[in-house]
Nanobody, 114 residues
Framework: VQLVESGGGLVQAGGSLRLSCAAS????????MGWYRQAPGKERELVATISTDGSTDYVDSMKGRFTISRDNAKNTMYLQMNSLKPEDTAVYYC?????????WGQGTQVTVSS
């Protein structure tokens, strides 16, 4: 099981980024997937999750700005981030929950300048 994030970078406040998480193997469509983030000096926190049927859940502070989606045919999950704020600066991690087994990607850095 491998998860590879991409799409991070440096963006000005108010800008947008789209993160991708490419998954290896045939487990993707049966896994609950999620995005987490970890800012410097802080604990890793949940951003959003998407279940196998496509239903989504967001942390309140991300609602309306972030959109999580998945393409099971491509074994890929996305996070569209709009109206980015400096406080969104963090390493963003892809997470897969396959019947209680948890897998993580290596993370992608998102930096939002003011």
């Amino acid at each position: 099981v491998q998860l590879v994030e991409s799409g991070g970078g440096l963006v000005q406040a108010g800008g947008s980024l789209r993160l991708s998480c490419a998954a290896s193997g045939s487990f993707f469509s049966i896994s609950v997937m999620g995005w987490y983030r970890q800012a410097p000096g802080k604990e890793r926190e949940l951003v959003a999750t998407i279940s196998t049927d496509g239903s989504t859940d967001y942390v309140d502070s991300m609602k309306g700005r972030f959109t999580i989606s998945r393409d099971n045919a491509k074994n890929t999950m996305y996070l569209q981030m709009n109206s980015l704020k400096p406080e969104d600066t963090a390493v963003y991690y892809c997470n897969a929950n396959l019947w209680g087994h948890i897998y993580w990607g290596q993370g992608t850095q998102v930096t939002v300048s003011s």
